[in-house]
């Protein structure tokens, strides 16, 4: 099966702190993503990795950046966190090859920035 | 751009009844279709998908999806509801062969009273 694991279930950050979310999978997947996902609006992109060093903005990259070093490896960074990216945050990891794309999510990252 | 609308945002159900759920996308190519599930606490998981074939797929757990073409709808149903689908439904729509990157739709909750 398919793993894709995160750092941190919940995480509590003050307001300006430099946050990293880490996401790992162990399926020799090529594409990563980080979302963002809030009541009432859904999964929305952050940013998509399709190979290591390379990345794509999303809908919503602002205030955020991204690290990819190794192929299983994809990192989101908040740079000065804000009370607004309070938020559930989803990485999830697919093949760039194949039929269909479907996409393995993580669990999750609750973060509350106060 | 695509976009995917999912017409119902909060459905509540008792335990039996059936359920169908409505998914709406724009795109007017070949499309593979998701519906993705996440029960309370739980990672997002794929439900069932269609990529091409009979246009009726099935899932996990009873559920069935239908892929009407000229009516660009992939509705997600099923027959006879248990309290244990208490959920969030997400529709999701990728370019068959093109973009890697899907679009979801904004959700729709699901609870069912026992």
């Known amino acids: 099966d398919v793993k894709v694991t995160q750092s941190s279930r919940y995480l509590v950050k003050r307001t300006g702190e430099k946050v990293f979310l880490e996401c790992v999978q162990d399926?020799?997947?090529?594409?990563m993503f980080w979302y963002r996902q809030d009541p009432g609006l859904g999964l929305r992109l952050i940013y998509f990795?399709?190979?290591?060093?390379?990345?794509e903005k999303g809908d919503i990259p602002e205030g955020y950046s991204v690290s990819r070093e190794k192929k299983e490896r994809f990192s989101l960074i908040l740079e000065s966190a804000s009370t607004n990216q309070t938020s559930m945050y989803l990485c999830a990891s697919s093949l760039r090859t194949g039929l269909s794309y479907e996409q393995y999510f993580g669990p999750g990252t609750r973060l509350t920035v106060t | 751009a695509q976009s995917v609308s999912q017409h119902n945002h909060h459905v509540i159900l008792s335990e039996a009844a059936s359920l169908e759920l409505g998914c709406n996308y724009s795109?007017?190519?070949?499309?593979?279709l998701f519906w993705y599930v996440q029960y309370p606490g739980q990672h997002l998981q794929l439900l069932l998908k269609y990529f091409s074939g009979d246009p009726l797929v099935k899932g996990i757990k009873g559920f069935e999806a239908e892929f009407i073409k000229s009516k660009f709808s992939f509705n997600l149903r099923k027959p006879s509801v248990q309290w244990s689908d208490t959920a969030e439904y997400f529709c999701?729509?990728?370019?068959?062969?093109?973009?890697?990157?899907?679009?979801f739709g904004r959700g729709t909750s699901l609870i069912v009273h026992p």
């Open positions: 399926m020799d997947h090529e594409n």
């Open positions: 999701a729509v990728n370019r068959a062969g093109g973009s890697y990157i899907p679009t």
């Open positions: 795109y007017g190519g070949t499309v593979n």
């Open positions: 990795s399709y190979d290591v060093k390379m990345k």
